[in-house]
T-cell receptor, first 112, second 111 residues
Framework: SQTIHQWPATLVQPVGSPLSLECTVE??????LYWYRQAAGRGLQLLFY??????ISSEVPQNLSASRPQDRQFILSSKKLLLSDSGFYLC???????????FGQGTRLTVV | QKEVEQDPGPLSVPEGAIVSLNCTYS??????FMWYRQYSRKGPELLMY????GNKEDGRFTAQVDKSSKYISLFIRDSQPSDSATYLC???????????FGTGTRLKVLA
């Protein structure tokens, strides 16, 4: 069966520090992978998605970037965090054809 | 204009009531329409999905899609306190692989 791993679960980082969140998927090949951010009490905002190695689509211009160095690995990064980057970050694997999304456990990022 | 609009609520109903949750959208390329339930501090879980227009029923839940009006609904019959959660609609375009969520509606079912 397919599983999706995301870490760390919680992160507190100072303003201006770098960020690297990692997401890996098991049990499938060539998955469509997504990064979402959820602010407190808000919905999921699509940040990036990738349909293959090295292929990144960006939905919202901002202080973040994404990379897909391997088939089942998706990384969210920032060179310098802002206070506004705080939120709940979720990695998702979405079934090709665009139906069900499977989520990682999420990373709660607090920028202080 | 956001691609997907959803009333954030909160929505409070008595136990046993019929709940109606709705989303509107602007992108006519969306073909799959999903409803997720999210409990606090957890990732969303899929309740049901519908392809194109029409109705789909699963137990106490019914999903409706009206592509002509760009309007989707989720009905919950005989609501229970355990249904209290945030409900998010989601839509996907299989051509671009874009998968967009609504802001979510917070539902509280009172015992």
């Amino acid at each position: 069966s397919q599983t999706i791993h995301q870490w760390p679960a919680t992160l507190v980082q100072p303003v201006g520090s770098p960020l690297s969140l990692e997401c890996t998927v098991e049990g499938t090949s060539n998955p469509n992978l997504y990064w979402y951010r959820q602010a407190a009490g808000r919905g999921l905002q699509l940040l990036f998605y990738s349909v293959g190695i090295g292929q990144i689509s960006s939905e919202v211009p901002q202080n973040l970037s994404a990379s897909r160095p391997q088939d089942r690995q998706f990384i969210l990064s920032s060179k310098k965090l802002l206070l506004s980057d705080s939120g709940f970050y979720l990695c998702a694997w979405i079934v090709k054809g665009g139906t069900e999304a499977f989520f990682g456990q999420g990373t709660r990022l607090t920028v202080v | 204009q956001k691609e997907v609009e959803q009333d954030p609520g909160p929505l409070s109903v008595p136990e046993g009531a019929i709940v109606s949750l709705n989303c509107t959208y602007s992108n006519s390329a969306f073909q799959y329409f999903m409803w997720y339930r999210q409990y606090s501090r957890k990732g969303p879980e899929l309740l049901m999905y519908t392809y194109s227009s029409g109705n789909k029923e699963d137990g106490r839940f019914t999903a409706q899609v009206d592509k002509s009006s760009k309007y989707i609904s989720l009905f919950i019959r005989d609501s229970q306190p355990s249904d209290s959660a945030t409900y998010l609609c989601a839509m996907s375009d299989s051509g671009t692989y874009k998968y967009i969520f609504g802001t979510g509606t917070r539902l509280k079912v009172l015992a």
